[in-house]
């Protein structure tokens, strides 16, 4: 039971309903492996014994009618007649045949086989004697057919059926046997299924106890009960009585019950101290008129020191201005020369490219000349082939004779270009050089006029710490104004906080009158209320003598830092009288306006 105890209400709930299921699973589950057990018996009889029962059954009518017809062959006198009986024989022997292969198929018991055999022992002499009688019938000797009937077939043919007898009655044992096993499965799965049943049912009770028993115990009576009691904690009756077992500490009702007990404590003390609170909130906007009047006279003295930092600042200013000007009218010279710097630069750079575009036009001015020459060559060679050729190749001198005086004019032409342009060569070089001059002489004035700006920044940049300094001074003293100014209107509104504070702890000590408590409870919360109330007052009174003594005067230049007295505000507030008894609260005021002025403060 112990793990019961420990374990949570979910969990239990939860391996109840599961034990119960699994139970009804297993039920069923030992049902179904039964009631398989009792079909396989069932499907075994029907499909299996019963067929070769009734197949042993079709052997011995197929004898029969063997037996009549050969019987018949012997005694009628028409042939036509005779010749359907031996279609008869005929047809049952070979319908006994395909039963026999069967049989031999179907049956694997070792009893079965043997008797099986002795039956095919027997319908060999038999088939064989009934088919010599038909014959001898059919031949008109009916006198030998019936003798042999009697001598030799029937002696065979009760041979034949006792086989037959004889198996059939095994596979009928086999059949009852297997309903008797049938029936014992039957029997033993409602034997099983009654067993399962009833120790579910033992279970299913022994845990519903066990669950009820444990939702009672946590909660600790009846689930009514603890809604009645919380409803009545709801409506503000904290001074209902919670009945408990004994020794109950750990229930859901020991717990609201000591939830009552505490909000009722709680309430009480937030009631006392809402009305202490209404008190000294009026003694709050007393000490506020004192510290209103020295940060009026503070606020006064800061906003004449920020004046004359204004005007100090203001002439830096200026001169930081002007030294910015003159910063920038150097650093955009310097730029402009820069720029003029790099424009040269770029002169010299085309002028170099230039030469060297030249040079290589003379390089391919040269091979102009080259091919030039060698083309007179060989226009001077096929001059000479085409003499020697005689008249056929007049023509082909004629054509060598232009080519030649091309190859000339190509070459002159080529001397003409090359000496123009070792010409531009020559004064694109002197062109460089002068350039060259000029890009030495840009850069010089760029680093003067670096300098000098640089110079520029620097005085600009001591003017502009100078300015900061000066304005962080002038921002000081704005801050010191403001934050004395923010203080006086503070003061004024901590004036209007301590009405709207009255208020609210009068509204308060309505709101919490709605609660009935005990008279025990409430007696102690006013005695511990009471004495932390002159303990108070007497801090009150002490830090609201020590504020009315006269401040220390300001020195003369810098004042060394001191801890401020604290005003009769700040003791007041830190004071709350006691309370002698709790007061009638005062009429409300407007709620927007006190809720405002409260969220102010």
């Known amino acids: 039971m112990t793990i019961f105890r420990n374990m949570k209400l979910g969990v239990m709930l939860g391996a109840g309903f599961s034990t119960l299921i ?15 057990s009792v079909s396989d018996d069932v499907n ?8 070769k029962v009734m197949q042993v059954q079709e052997l011995k009518d197929n004898v029969n009618v063997v037996a009549r017809s050969v019987r018949n062959i012997a005694l009628l006198e028409d042939g036509p007649q005779r010749a ?16 026999f292969e069967a049989l031999k198929q179907a049956i694997q018991s070792q009893r079965g086989r043997e008797l099986l055999q002795q039956l095919g022992q027997a319908r060999l002499p038999y088939t064989t004697a009934v088919n010599k009688a038909a014959e001898l019938g059919l031949r008109n000797d009916m006198a030998a057919a019936r003798e042999m009937l009697l001598k030799d077939v029937r002696p065979l043919q009760r041979t034949y059926f006792q086989a037959m007898d004889n198996l059939a009655t095994y596979q009928q044992q086999l059949m009852v046997d297997t309903g008797t096993e049938a029936q014992d499965q039957a029997a033993s799965a409602s034997r099983w299924m009654l067993t399962l049943a009833a120790i579910s049912a033992v279970l299913g009770g022994l845990i519903a106890w066990t669950i009820t028993r444990r939702v009672k115990t946590q909660l600790g009576g009846e689930p009514a009960y603890a809604a009645q009691i919380a409803q009545e904690v709801a409506r503000g009756n904290l001074a209902v009585q919670v009945d408990l077992r004994a020794g109950d500490s750990s229930s859901v009702l020991a717990a609201m019950s000591a939830m009552r007990s505490n909000l009722a404590q709680v309430v009480s003390e937030v009631r006392h101290s809402s009305e202490s609170i209404a008190t000294g909130a009026s003694q709050i906007a007393t000490g506020n008129a004192d510290l209103s009047q020295r940060t009026e006279e503070q606020a006064s003295n800061l906003q004449q020191t920020a004046a004359s930092m204004e005007q100090m600042n203001s002439t830096v200013q200026q001169n930081a201005d002007t030294v910015r000007t003159a910063s920038q009218l150097a650093s955009s010279a310097s730029s402009t020369a820069a720029r003029g710097g790099e424009v040269v630069g770029n002169v010299v ?10 040079r290589k036009i003379g390089d391919i001015i040269g091979v102009i000349d080259s091919i030039a020459f060698q083309t007179n060559i060989l226009a001077l060679n096929a001059a000479v082939e085409a003499a020697r050729a005689g008249e056929q190749g007049r023509g082909f001198a004629v054509v060598a004779s232009e080519v030649r005086t091309l190859a000339q004019r190509s070459a002159q032409a080529a001397k003409e270009i090359k000496a123009l342009i070792g010409e531009s ?35 600009g940049a001591a003017t502009h710490e100078q300015a900061q300094g000066i304005s962080q001074v002038g921002d000081a003293v704005n801050q010191l104004d403001q934050v004395t100014q923010q203080n006086a209107a503070l003061v004024e509104e901590s004036a209007a906080a301590a009405d709207s504070l009255n208020s609210q702890a009068s509204r308060l000590v309505e709101l919490v009158s709605v609660f009935q408590v005990d008279d025990a409870v409430s007696h102690a919360v006013i005695a511990q209320a009471q004495h932390r109330s002159r303990d108070t007052a007497r801090a009150a009174q002490a830090a609201l003598q020590q504020a009315k003594a006269p401040a220390p005067a300001p020195a003369p230049r810098v004042a060394a830092p001191r801890t401020p007295a604290p005003s009769p505000a700040k003791a007041q507030r830190v004071a709350l009288p006691p309370a002698a008894a709790p007061t009638a609260p005062a009429p409300a005021k407007a709620a927007s306006g006190n809720s405002d002025d409260w969220e102010t403060f």
């Open 425 to 459: 060569v020559s004064k694109v070089q002197t062109g460089s050089q002068l350039v060259g001059e000029a890009g030495s002489t840009m850069g010089e004035i760029v680093e003067q006029t670096r300098r000098v700006a640089d110079l520029i920044a620097e005085i």
């Open 44 to 51: 075994l009889l029907t499909s299996d014994r019963i067929g």
């Open 84 to 99: 359907e009986e031996k279609q008869r024989i005929d047809k049952a022997i070979a319908r006994n045949s395909e039963i």
């Open 22 to 36: 699994l139970l009804g699973l297993t039920v069923a589950a030992v049902g179904g492996v039964q009631l398989g």
């Open 349 to 358: 750079r085309t002028m170099e490219d230039i030469t060297a575009s030249s």
